[in-house]
C-alpha cells in the first residue's frame, strides 16, 4: 500500500517533512517532479553549451568522444546533471516520431518491414550530439534526420558524471520517456502503439 502526496517544493517545510518523517520513518520514497513544458533560454543555452564538449576529434572512440562532457558535468551541481538527463530526455522525445523514423536511410520504418527501435534510439541521439542548430534543423524538416548515423553514448553521459562526481550508481528517471514509440503523438499513424 502506498500514499502520494502532492506538495509543491516551495510548500515543503522543516514541520511538514517532519511529520512526514514521523509517520513514515525508514519507509522508501520516490520523488516524482513534474518537467517544464518548456525550458528557459538559459537552461537551453547552458545544454547546447554542454553538448559543445564533446570531443569530435576522438570519434573513432564513443568513450573519448563524451569524456570532456561526462568531466565537465561531474563538476556541476547535482541538480545540473539531472536538469542535463532531462534536457535531453525532452529533445530525444520530440524526435521519438513517425516523420522522423521514416527519414534515417536504409533502415528508416516502413510498414511490414523490421525497425530496430534501438537503432532509432540512437539515430536521435546523434541528432542532439551534432548540436543545436542539426537538431532545430532535423525538427524542421524530418527529411534531415541523418542516414544511418548512431550516437547511443550520449545516453552514458549523465549517469558517468553522477557516477564520477558521487561514486554511486545513478538512479534517476529523466522527465521524459526517450524509449521509441513513447511519444503517443508522434506515432498517431502508425499501428504500432
Not at 10 to 25: F, H, V
Not at 49 to 59: C, G, N
Not at 110 to 131: K, M, P
Not at 157 to 164: D, G, K
Request: glycine share 4%; hydrophobic share 40%.
Amino acid at each position: 500500500m502506498s500514499s502520494v502526496y502532492q506538495i509543491k517544493l516551495a510548500d515543503l517545510n522543516p514541520q511538514l517533512l517532519q511529520e512526514l518523517q514521523t509517520q513514515y520513518g525508514n519507509t522508501a520514497v520516490e520523488l516524482h517532479v513534474t518537467a517544464p513544458v518548456r525550458w528557459s533560454d538559459e537552461e537551453e543555452t547552458w545544454f547546447w553549451a554542454a553538448i559543445e564538449r564533446l570531443d569530435w576529434s576522438q570519434e573513432s572512440n564513443d568513450t573519448l568522444v563524451i569524456q570532456p562532457l561526462v568531466q565537465y558535468l561531474a563538476t556541476q551541481p547535482l541538480h545540473l546533471i539531472f536538469r542535463f538527463a532531462d534536457i535531453l530526455s525532452e529533445k530525444l522525445y520530440r524526435l521519438d516520431a513517425l516523420a522522423f523514423a521514416e527519414n534515417m536511410g536504409e533502415y528508416s520504418f516502413r510498414e511490414g518491414y523490421y525497425f530496430s527501435v534501438d537503432d532509432f534510439l540512437y539515430a536521435r541521439c546523434c541528432v542532439v550530439a551534432n548540436g543545436r542548430k542539426a537538431y532545430q534543423n532535423v525538427l524542421d524538416d524530418p527529411e534531415e534526420m541523418p542516414d544511418e548515423q548512431t550516437f547511443g553514448a550520449l545516453l552514458r553521459v549523465a549517469s558517468e558524471a553522477y557516477q564520477l562526481k558521487t561514486g554511486q550508481r545513478m538512479h534517476y528517471q529523466p522527465a521524459y520517456a526517450i524509449e521509441t514509440f513513447s511519444n503517443k503523438d508522434g506515432w498517431k499513424e502508425t499501428e504500432e502503439v
